[in-house]
Every structure is written in C-alpha cells, then in structure tokens.
C-alpha cells in the first residue's frame, strides 16, 4: 500500500493522535521526529524513517534508521546506531548519515536538533555558589 494511501487512512484515524482544543494535533508514534501529526514527519508510513532517542545509561544518543527493504521481518526492520561520542562528532555523523547517505534529507535538521536537545538534557547542573554577606 502507498504511503499517500495509508497517510489518507491514519491521518484523522488514530490511536497514537493527541487532539486538543485551539492546539495542532500532536501523535505519539515511533519515529516521529516532531511528535506532530503530518505526513513528512508520520513514523508509519514512511518506508524510510529517522528516530533520535536518548541512551539507556543517560550518555549519548541512539540514531535508529528504518530499513527499507526488511520490512515485512520485524527483527531487520531497525538499525541501531548509538553516538556516544562528544557532541560535535555525534552531530556530524548524524548530518552525514542521513544528509549525505541520501537517506531522508528532509529530516536531516528535525533529526540534528533534536539530538541536540537530548544532548543538552544529559549535562550535569551546575549549581552556582552564592556569596555569603559582607561583614560590618
């Protein structure tokens, strides 16, 4: 089935579509970049899909790529690449893996950002001192 096809059926039809008063429709599907509810960003569909999502030890990202061509073998369907390198490097291979790859250009810039956003989320806070008063 087409990915036009499928997109007509699912795009107001959904279990994974969160709707909301004066709010655009957000979809909480697997490989939705933005988590918006549109056909360039839809993890269902698509036969190429991208997904950004934080390491289980809480250091680095994992880039999981949908392969095109297993896609009736669940087990294939995925490729898991896990970028635990400092944040230039992870975001470089992130740009050249799907930009350069000829992979999804479209999504190359969703994909970055939010890779940096995780990134940014896994540092540490640092607590800032406060002086004490000054004597009399």
């Known amino acids: 089935m087409s990915a036009d096809l499928q997109w007509?059926?699912?795009?107001?039809?959904?279990s994974l579509l969160v709707k909301r008063k004066a709010v655009?429709?957000?979809?909480?599907?697997p490989?939705?970049?933005?988590?918006l509810n549109s056909f360039r960003f839809n993890g269902l569909v698509h036969r190429k899909t991208v997904a950004v999502e934080p390491k289980t030890d809480g250091k680095g990202v994992v880039l999981?790529?949908?392969n095109s061509k297993s896609t009736r073998k669940p087990s294939k369907n995925y490729t898991r690449i896990e970028l635990k390198r400092d944040a230039r490097k992870t975001l470089s291979t992130i740009r050249?893996?799907?930009?350069e790859g000829n992979y999804r250009r479209d999504l190359k810039m969703a994909a970055v950002r939010r890779a940096s956003a995780i990134i940014r989320s896994q540092k540490p806070v640092v607590v800032k001192k406060t002086r004490g008063k000054k004597k009399e």
């Open 8 to 14: 007509m059926i699912l795009r107001n039809n959904s």
């Open 64 to 66: 999981v790529l949908r």
């Open 31 to 35: 490989n939705n970049l933005k988590g």
């Open 96 to 99: 050249k893996v799907i930009g």
């Open 24 to 29: 655009r429709s957000f979809s909480r599907e």
